[in-house]
């Protein structure tokens, strides 16, 4: 969570923390299928796309209608690249879930977002941040989504909204955080933010 939400200046730290507790579980229930929910997200973070959607593919094998593990499978083919394969996973997550959390909402309006649709992004981000105004990655996606629409005065608002909520917000740190494995993917979303006026 804190790598997702940009609370931690020190990554480098966050990443072995989670993936040796996520070991620690791994190693005392393996039949458990939050546990390979938790290894997801660890190789995630590390880049190791296929690793990651491995695990996800076990927690759903242990339980087939475990809705969140197909939000996060759709989440990692977005982030490899495979917007359009994330679709129909997201989907069913919300259909095996119909009062899903709202983060299902950004991973929606990620793959959106990386599929160029950026009206129907717009209008989903726009429901995560209703659900959750905290949450800062919402009104960063929300930010670039329209400045890609060029909202620009809506883009400008919601780059404050990021700012107080995470005063240290530049673009090298997204550059830094987020894991693209397709560096255009990465550009239209530094794109986006750059239009919407956050700082470099």
Same mark, same amino acid.
């Given at each position: 969570?804190?790598? =997702?939400?940009?609370?931690?200046?020190?990554?480098?730290?966050?990443?072995? =923390?989670?993936?040796?507790?996520?070991?620690?579980?791994? #190693?005392?229930?393996?039949?458990?299928?939050?546990?390979?929910?938790?290894?997801?997200?660890? *190789?995630?973070?590390?880049?190791?796309?296929?690793?990651?959607?491995?695990?996800?593919?076990?927690?759903?094998?242990?339980?087939?209608? *475990?809705?969140?593990?197909?939000?996060?499978?759709?989440?990692?083919?977005?982030?490899?690249?495979?917007?359009?394969?994330?679709?129909?996973?997201? #989907?069913?997550?919300?259909?095996?879930?119909?009062?899903?959390?709202? *983060?299902?909402?950004?991973?929606?309006?990620?793959?959106?977002?990386?599929?160029?649709?950026?009206?129907?992004?717009?209008?989903?981000?726009?429901?995560?941040?209703?659900?959750?105004?905290?949450?800062?990655?919402?009104?960063?996606?929300?930010?670039?989504?329209?400045?890609?629409?060029?909202?620009? #005065?809506?883009?400008?608002?919601?780059?404050?909204?990021? %700012?107080? %909520?995470?005063?240290?917000?530049?673009?090298?740190?997204?550059?830094?955080?987020?894991? *693209?494995?397709?560096?255009?993917?990465?550009?239209?979303?530094?794109?986006?933010?750059?239009?919407?006026?956050?700082?470099?």
């Amino acid at each position: 969570m804190e790598l =997702l939400s940009g609370w931690t200046a020190s990554p480098e730290e966050s990443l072995p =923390l989670a993936k040796k507790h996520a070991k620690i579980a791994l #190693e005392l229930d393996p039949n458990l299928r939050e546990v390979h929910f938790a290894m997801g997200s660890v *190789y995630m973070w590390g880049r190791r796309f296929d690793e990651a959607i491995e695990s996800a593919l076990r927690a759903i094998k242990i339980d087939p209608n *475990y809705a969140d593990a197909y939000a996060q499978m759709a989440w990692f083919q977005m982030y490899a690249g495979r917007a359009a394969d994330g679709l129909e996973l997201i #989907e069913q997550a919300m259909r095996l879930n119909p009062y899903y959390p709202f *983060y299902y909402s950004t991973v929606l309006g990620q793959i959106y977002f990386h599929l160029k649709r950026f009206p129907e992004a717009a209008e989903t981000f726009e429901a995560a941040v209703d659900r959750n105004p905290q949450f800062s990655m919402a009104h960063q996606l929300l930010a670039a989504t329209y400045g890609h629409l060029d909202r620009i #005065e809506d883009a400008e608002w919601e780059a404050q909204e990021t %700012l107080a %909520l995470l005063p240290d917000f530049t673009l090298a740190r997204v550059r830094q955080r987020e894991p *693209y494995k397709d560096p255009a993917d990465m550009d239209r979303y530094i794109e986006g933010l750059r239009k919407a006026g956050l700082p470099e």
